[in-house]
């Protein structure tokens, strides 16, 4: 060995000697890049509110403005002899405006539940964990079958051919669904039975869904009751009232409906005119009248959530990189993949029970059209807004992966194209309403930027000269489509289902996402400021002896 790479050990000892004093070159470990997402309760508690005060704004203002509602004519007015709200999601085109709305509000009701179900889950304890989960993912269930008072059609596509068909004249209350699909002839003021049994089975998914948000309110409460012992008590009197007042409200108004839906006449017909053959029925009845609850029970639903205190949220943090202490690790591209697996699934059994496959709906999206035969529409329309809660999910970790490649920055066009692609999928929701028509425009559309995605999903691949898959995904698809549109053959939409379901062949899988939840809570400010014109207490300064 040369020399000049030898050294005495008595050398090689000095060199490894650290003096006192001396300060020691420490290298840096290197944290992995993250992105940190802060989701308060507080603020989704008050855009679930918003979004349904606006709705009912807006579809409102289209009731009355560009809807063929009158009093005299409006089946809910008949039927319970009194003004309700609801009046304002049932007349075409309101209910486009009222379908839409109701459901970013329900989008937005799943997402605070979520959130609940982390704050639960940061925990770690597992009974724990089960309970709330079984109490949330039933709330779920029931706010994605919430969509079915839309389904219900009070007011048939028949009546509008009729109407035209002789220029506007008397107005028919036609068969929401029957045996024979027939129109029964009624003049108007007068209620049919098929007209009562659609009433009835509308305000049915509404009072399930009150149920629903009375027993995720009695949740909420206990989770947010452990923090209470550093309320003031003030804060636990307004809670713990405002909480008993409503739960009172939803309780009678749930009750008081399902006794209303449960007698075989209309409600203005025996309302206090007719003794009920049940005391505790009587009872209910009276204790609704008397304190208004059918006007005002459905308002706690919309303030219960804010019980949560200002400031606690969940905290989450998404990392390329395994780190201690984190909660496992998310493909998003496997995310996408499950979301239109489901979607494929849910179109299938919508095709399987179209009885009306030969019938005059669009070529292009008979599938899509499908999935308002009813009764099957009963479960496709709860069935495809819980896939578009999969995309959303999906979209979004597809987002922060690209964001925490490209250090932190937003992916502009990416994103864009992600919203872009959900908001048209969302907007295939209208097609549980029989008279929008036009949805298949909106399919297509959808469709278009679906197939952009996986091009957008395969930029590095084709950057790197590797066009495959993008290729030969996009060329299979387009005469999968051509076909459908062409032969009209069943067996060619059911390729086409297929084609969807190999989204995950066409797309590379990128890098795992490691997510870290935790709990932000509330934090009680230090000091208590004083305003500045306060005067001082006195003081004395003690002298020296």
Excluded at 79 to 103: E, L, Q, V
Excluded at 190 to 217: E, M, P, R
Excluded at 278 to 294: C, E, G, N, P, R
Excluded at 447 to 473: C, K, P, R, S
């Amino acid at each position: 060995m040369p020399a000049m790479f030898c050294c005495s050990s008595d050398e090689h000892i000095e060199r490894n000697i650290v003096h006192p004093g001396a300060v020691v070159p420490v290298t840096p470990v290197r944290e992995p890049e993250k992105l940190v997402i802060n989701l308060y309760f507080r603020h989704f508690a008050w855009a679930y509110s918003a979004a349904f005060f606006l709705t009912l704004f807006v579809s409102g203002v289209v009731t009355f403005t560009a809807s063929p509602y009158t009093p005299e004519t409006d089946k809910i007015t008949l039927f319970y002899g009194m003004f309700n709200p609801c009046i304002w999601f049932d007349h075409y085109p309101a209910k486009i405006f009222a379908t839409t709305g109701m459901g970013i509000f329900l989008m937005l009701g799943c997402a605070y539940s979520g959130m609940v179900f982390v704050w639960v889950y940061v925990e770690k304890r597992m009974l724990r964990v089960m309970w709330s989960g079984a109490v949330i993912g039933s709330a779920l269930l029931i706010d994605f079958v919430f969509v079915n008072v839309f389904t219900t059609n009070l007011y048939p596509i028949e009546e509008a051919a009729f109407e035209a068909a002789h220029g506007g004249g008397r107005r028919l209350h036609g068969v929401h669904f029957g045996a024979n699909n027939t129109i029964s002839l009624l003049e108007e003021g007068d209620l049919s039975q098929a007209d009562i049994n659609v009433i009835k089975l509308h305000t049915a998914f509404y009072i399930l869904w009150v149920v629903g948000q009375l027993v995720l309110s009695l949740h909420l409460f206990k989770l947010a009751a452990e923090s209470m012992d550093s309320w003031s008590p003030a804060r636990k009197a307004w809670t713990i009232g405002g909480y008993l007042i409503g739960w009172y409200g939803m309780m009678m108004h749930a009750a008081a409906m399902l006794i209303i839906i449960m007698h075989p006449e209309p409600k203005v017909d025996w309302y206090f005119q007719k003794e009920l053959s049940s005391v505790m029925q009587h009872m209910l009845i009276y204790l609704d009248a008397k304190t208004f609850t059918s006007a005002w029970g459905w308002v706690p639903i919309m303030c219960f959530r804010l019980v949560m205190p200002k400031g606690t949220g969940i905290s989450l943090t998404f990392r390329l990189e395994r780190t201690e202490g984190d909660n496992g690790w998310v493909m998003p591209e496997h995310w996408m993949n499950r979301c239109m697996w489901a979607m494929a699934l849910v179109l299938a059994w919508a095709g399987i029970f179209d009885t009306d496959w030969d019938g005059n709906t669009h070529a292009a999206s008979k599938l899509m059209v499908a999935l308002r035969m009813k009764p099957y529409a009963y479960f496709g329309g709860p069935a495809f807004l819980a896939c578009l809660v999969l995309l959303f999910v999906g979209l979004s970790l597809q987002v922060i992966q690209k964001m925490l490649l490209n250090r932190n920055r937003v992916p502009g066009l990416f994103a864009g194209h992600a919203i872009l692609f959900w908001f048209l999928m969302f907007g295939c929701v209208l097609v549980i309403l029989e008279k929008a028509t036009w949805i298949h425009y909106v399919f297509m559309l959808a469709q278009l930027v679906f197939v952009a995605w996986v091009w957008h999903m395969n930029i590095d691949e084709i950057a790197a000269g590797n066009w495959t898959n993008a290729v030969a995904y996009t060329i299979a698809g387009a005469v999968i489509i051509v076909a459908a549109v062409l032969s009209c053959q069943f067996w060619v939409f059911f390729i086409y289902l297929a084609w969807i379901s190999l989204y995950g062949v066409a797309v590379p899988d990128g890098p795992h996402i490691f997510i870290t939840a935790a709990r932000i809570e509330e934090v009680d400010p230090p000091y208590k400021q004083v305003p500045h014109n306060a005067v001082n207490p006195p003081y004395t300064i003690a002298r020296r002896s």
